[in-house]
């Protein structure tokens, strides 16, 4: 049996709380993995013990300790805000001011025009706007004027209107009705 005001057992090892203390500074006192350890001079990061450095607000990234107030934690991995009045986001490792950028296919990219609007999207790892380009193969195409959004399609890096045209293998464009040519 564990008595609970002179010891504590973390994952089936019971440790003694040092008889010294306070019911309060014995309170302080957690489990991480088998290991006990003091709250408010240390925490847990993923079953290791860490010294804190700065207070409690920090919070464990990749088995380290960072303040969030001044960093993100971006897949484990510790990055600066660098002093942004914006908020920041992850784009796996690396850190984004979505208003001006945008993460695609894993990279932080620059919106085209600079800021970025609803219709603001990814095409492979370039953005576009989806108001008035379309993206085919990766690459950002402008749409046929005085053509619906919803007839335009790709045929390769071309855009064609559907209701008129037939794309044939991703390669040429035939007038809708007729056969593609496959020499």
């Given at each position: 049996l564990v008595d609970i005001t002179k010891e504590?057992?973390?994952?089936?090892?019971?440790?003694?709380?040092?008889?010294?203390?306070?019911?309060?500074?014995?309170?302080?006192f957690a489990c991480c993995g088998n290991q006990i350890f003091r709250n408010d001079i240390q925490a847990c990061c993923g079953s290791v013990v860490v010294n804190r450095t700065i207070s409690r607000t920090e919070s464990c990234c990749g088995g380290e300790l960072f303040d969030p107030s001044?960093?993100?934690?971006?897949?484990?991995?510790?990055?600066?805000?660098?002093?942004?009045s914006n908020p920041l986001k992850c784009c796996g490792t690396n850190v984004f001011d979505p208003k001006s950028q945008?993460?695609?296919?894993?990279?932080?990219?620059?919106?085209?025009?600079?800021?970025?609007?609803?219709?603001?999207?990814?095409?492979?790892?370039?953005?576009?706007?989806?108001?008035?380009?379309i993206c085919c193969s990766g690459v950002p195409v402008r749409m046929i004027p005085n053509v619906m959004i919803s007839y335009q399609r790709c045929c390769g890096l071309d855009v064609y209107d559907m209701t008129k045209w037939t794309c044939c293998n991703q390669e040429s464009r035939v007038p809708k009705g007729k056969k593609c040519s496959y020499y």
């Open positions: 504590l057992c973390c994952s089936g090892v019971v440790h003694p709380l040092p008889s010294d203390l306070t019911f309060e500074q014995q309170a302080e001044f960093n993100l934690c971006c897949n484990n991995h510790v990055q600066p805000k660098n002093h942004s945008k993460c695609c296919a894993g990279y932080v990219v620059n919106i085209m025009g600079g800021e970025y609007n609803y219709n603001t999207k990814c095409c492979g790892i370039n953005t576009y706007d989806a108001s008035s380009h």
